[in-house]
């Protein structure tokens, strides 16, 4: 027997890891910058460490109080009830519980281009179909109720991301409003703020807790640095929060990704450490990097280097991995997250000399 035509799903291709490149080029992993996949440079925090290892002794038993408590707390942290916040395998898998409640078969979604690729992969999977909006580069990516309107056809679900991944470039909260306001009834807005901790713009949480067509989607894999426990939520309307219950893996988020996720919420100050990096690599990639870039509110600046492949790898073999845009529909462009300064300077350096 086959799976079912899965001809019309792209398969995801993550950023590779470390080992996998060092091992290919003769490079000691250590000695490789990895600025490819917008991981967090200084780490995870090191309270999430240790509640890492005091739970290694207790998971023979479901993650029952650990999944109860880190809800509770961040729903004390964005002002909801907790039946709001909906735990998942990393924001991808909040993706897929939103797509779950709101999708019948053949209904559609609309999606930016360029943009994140697990959005259409998740519709796809819950047999929905797939619409896109453009964000042009001759507006530098600019994002408003507008760019989307001029491509909704009443679309279930619209994804806005923000700071959007690759460009950097943000939905500003009333345009986020007017857009929820000016979709249909049955149209949910999500918007996407896995980087929302790096922008200086407020939440559309806000939204969340007024209206019953918009959800925010957070994750715990950039800012707070746990994208190897895979820890993400998405936090939606009062109205239907019911329906998790629904559509979720039973314990989607593990007992160590909750506990992880409770001691890194509680460390402020690493979480500052990252937003301070960050914003003194965003401005260095910005001001020294001599090819054209755009602003960011993200970990990372798109830069456009001519030819994304050449580049890569051209990069690659001065041992510094960055992304190449092709699979997001940018092929002249590579995106550089933000390191810590030897990395991005090194980057930088690397960058200038190859594209
Ligand atoms: C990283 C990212 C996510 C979530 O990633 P997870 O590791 O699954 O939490 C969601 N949306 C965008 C745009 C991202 O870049």
Known sequence: MQPRDLSAHV???AGRGIEEVARELGFDPEDLVKLSSNENAWGPSPEAVVALREAAGTVHTYPKAAHTDLTEALADEWDVAPAQVWLANGGDGALDYLARATLDPGDEVLVSDPGFAYYAMSARYHHGRVNEYPLRKADDFEQTAETVLDHYDGERVVYVTSPHNPTGSEMPL???????????????VVVDEAYGEFSASPSAVRLVRERDDVAVLRTFSKAYGLAGVRLGYALVPEPWADAYARVNTPFAASELACRAGLAALGDEAHVEQAVEGVRWAREHLRSELDCPTWPSQGNFVLAEVGDATRTFEAAKGRGVIVR????????????????TEEQTKRAVEVLNEVA
């Open 324 to 339: 190449d845009t092709s699979s997001f529909g940018l092929p002249e462009c590579v995106r550089v997250t933000c390191g």
């Open 11 to 13: 398969p995801y291709e």
């Open 174 to 188: 009333d345009e986020v409003e007017t857009l929820a306001d000016r979709t249909d009834e049955e149209t949910l």
